[in-house]
């Protein structure tokens, strides 16, 4: 069973910082492009940044030049390094991937989602 673990968040001052780390833990064969969505209180759940295998990110508008996106292979884990936060980045933060694990002697892929966690740009 594949787990997306995410932690790293919390409350924060505006322009502020905060690193969010997620880790794939399981019997796991490959990840795909990993990203991190956002779903902020009565809105739609957003992609924020995402990064292929490869390493290329690629950036919503409104995080370019504030949010970065990193990767480990080795650790099977995704980052997003968040600056110059703003009130408008309050959300719960969403970690996703698609991961391909050992399942019953096959190699099994599936599309996984993070339990979220909370980021709040307040004064």
């Known amino acids: 069973q594949v787990q997306l673990v995410e932690s790293g968040g919390g409350l924060v001052q505006p322009g502020g910082s905060l690193r969010l780390s997620c880790a794939a833990s399981g019997i796991i064969f490959s990840i795909d492009a990993m990203g991190w969505y956002r779903q902020a209180l009565g809105k739609e759940r957003e992609l924020v940044a995402a990064?292929?295998?490869?390493?290329?990110?690629n950036y919503a508008d409104s995080v370019k030049g504030r949010f970065t996106i990193s990767r480990d292979n080795a650790k099977n884990a995704v980052y997003l390094e968040m600056n110059s936060l703003k009130p408008e980045d309050t959300a719960t933060y969403y970690c996703?991937?698609?991961?391909?694990?050992?399942?019953?002697?096959?190699?099994?892929?599936?599309?996984?989602w993070g339990q979220g966690t909370q980021v709040t740009v307040s004064s």
């Open positions: 996703n991937s698609g991961v391909s694990s050992y399942y019953r002697g096959r190699i099994v892929r599936n599309d996984y």
């Open positions: 990064i292929t295998t490869g390493g290329g990110p």
